[in-house]
């Protein structure tokens, strides 16, 4: 059982910026692809950005393209989001989710991994 803690959330002026950090407990991190997603009021969890266990792969929504990145740091079990240019309708509840998965996959779905953390609200202000 991979259990998931997000942090980082906030509230922050349009233009800003915010650094999520994910810190999973599982000890063959390598082993997991991992996921940011992102959830406003009224509307569908959906994916932000995605990064495979080698880190050799990711992925990116188009609405973040140029403005987000992901990383992870295998021997810390951590993921990270560095959100940048934020925008108002970036604010959401982002959740970190993860998948134990060949070294290569990532999902973009949120059926595609099931292990979740409780979420870290982003508030951006114009």
């Known amino acids: 059982q991979v259990q998931l803690v997000e942090s980082g959330g906030g509230l922050v002026q349009a233009g800003g910026s915010l650094r999520l950090s994910c810190a999973a407990s599982?000890?063959?991190?390598?082993?997991?692809?991992m996921a940011w997603f992102r959830q406003a009021p009224g509307k569908e969890r959906d994916i932000v950005s995605a990064i495979s266990g080698s880190a050799r792969d990711e992925f990116y929504a188009e609405a973040v393209k140029g403005r987000f990145t992901i990383s992870r740091d295998t021997a810390k079990n951590m993921v990270y989001l560095q959100m940048n240019s934020l925008k108002v309708e970036d604010s959401a509840v982002y959740y970190c989710a993860a998948r134990r998965a060949d070294s290569r996959w990532f999902g973009t779905s949120f059926q595609d991994y099931n292990y979740w953390g409780q979420g870290t609200q982003v508030t951006v202000s114009s």
């Open positions: 599982e000890g063959t991190f390598k082993n997991y692809a």
